[in-house]
């Protein structure tokens, strides 16, 4: 299967953001990007039924007309790490309705976008963290980082953690550089770059128009189309 699991160096990076503009360029493109996010957290309640925001926006931006059970197989309410969440309300985390969710996904389109849940190390059911799903899944490595200071270390430390588990890192994307980027801003992604032997495939300005929760997606696509390293990226899924 072809795709990329997208994970962050934190919760908060903007995977969500930038995996949907992905989805979106590549649905542009013609390559039929599917969508998921195995699990999701912080989930509203709706009637009987919990809506997962990031799964949404997604599925919109991706322009695909799946079940959000299959989009999102596992949702719950406490915004916490799913594991957790889990255990504090009483439920279960169905592992096997990931996998499930993820092969007809990755049989009904061309490429597969799967955003994780926070970092590489959240736990997703007892000591099952999200990198485990990740060598199940069997996708490349994306990691979205932010600009800001300590950003070096967050990013060296999520690659590294990805190539102990025997996982291929095909890049890095730097999310929500400022219009007058500071010292640090300016130099990190070039500093990670050099340390790591990691492609940087972009470095994507902040929006401020984006807000995942409430579904707009303001000039995110765009900025994608322009700034992401899409020949490195279309060359991966194309592998």
């Given at each position: 299967?072809?795709?990329?699991?997208?994970?962050?160096?934190?919760?908060?990076?903007?995977?969500?953001?930038?995996?949907?503009?992905?989805?979106?360029v590549?649905?542009?493109?013609?390559?039929?990007?599917?969508?998921m996010?195995?699990a999701?957290?912080?989930?509203?309640?709706?009637?009987?039924?919990?809506?997962?925001?990031?799964?949404?926006?997604?599925?919109?931006?991706?322009?695909?007309?799946?079940?959000?059970?299959?989009i999102?197989?596992?949702?719950?309410?406490?915004?916490?790490?799913p594991?957790?969440a889990?255990?504090?309300?009483?439920?279960?985390?169905?592992?096997?309705?990931?996998e499930?969710?993820?092969?007809?996904?990755?049989?009904?389109?061309?490429?597969m976008?799967?955003e994780?849940?926070?970092?590489?190390?959240v736990?997703?059911?007892?000591?099952?963290?999200?990198?485990?799903?990740?060598?199940?899944?069997?996708?490349?490595?994306l990691?979205?980082?932010?600009p800001?200071?300590?950003?070096?270390?967050?990013t060296?430390?999520?690659i590294?953690?990805?190539r102990q588990?025997?996982?291929?890192?095909?890049?890095?994307?730097?999310?929500?550089?400022?219009?007058?980027?500071?010292?640090?801003?300016?130099?990190?992604?070039?500093?990670i770059?050099?340390?790591?032997?990691?492609?940087?495939l972009?470095?994507?300005?902040?929006?401020?128009?984006?807000?995942?929760?409430?579904?707009?997606?303001?000039?995110?696509?765009?900025?994608?189309?322009?700034h992401?390293?899409?020949?490195a990226?279309?060359?991966?899924?194309?592998?």
């Amino acid at each position: 299967m072809r795709g990329f699991f997208i994970t962050g160096t934190d919760t908060g990076v903007g995977k969500t953001a930038v995996t949907g503009a992905m989805a979106h360029v590549l649905r542009r493109r013609g390559l039929d990007p599917g969508v998921m996010k195995p699990a999701a957290t912080g989930c509203i309640r709706r009637g009987a039924e919990l809506v997962a925001a990031d799964a949404l926006f997604l599925a919109r931006m991706a322009g695909v007309d799946d079940a959000l059970d299959l989009i999102c197989p596992c949702r719950l309410e406490l915004p916490l790490a799913p594991a957790v969440a889990a255990q504090l309300s009483g439920e279960r985390v169905d592992l096997s309705k990931m996998e499930e969710a993820f092969r007809l996904l990755g049989s009904r389109h061309r490429v597969m976008l799967v955003e994780g849940v926070g970092g590489l190390m959240v736990p997703l059911s007892g000591a099952f963290l999200v990198e485990d799903l990740a060598v199940r899944f069997n996708l490349p490595l994306l990691v979205v980082a932010r600009p800001d200071l300590g950003t070096i270390n967050h990013t060296l430390l999520t690659i590294s953690r990805a190539r102990q588990r025997g996982l291929s890192v095909a890049g890095v994307v730097v999310n929500g550089l400022p219009g007058e980027p500071d010292a640090a801003q300016r130099t990190s992604p070039l500093v990670i770059g050099s340390l790591s032997g990691v492609k940087i495939l972009g470095v994507i300005p902040r929006d401020g128009e984006v807000d995942v929760e409430a579904g707009r997606p303001g000039n995110l696509a765009a900025l994608a189309g322009e700034h992401l390293d899409w020949p490195a990226l279309l060359a991966e899924l194309e592998g």
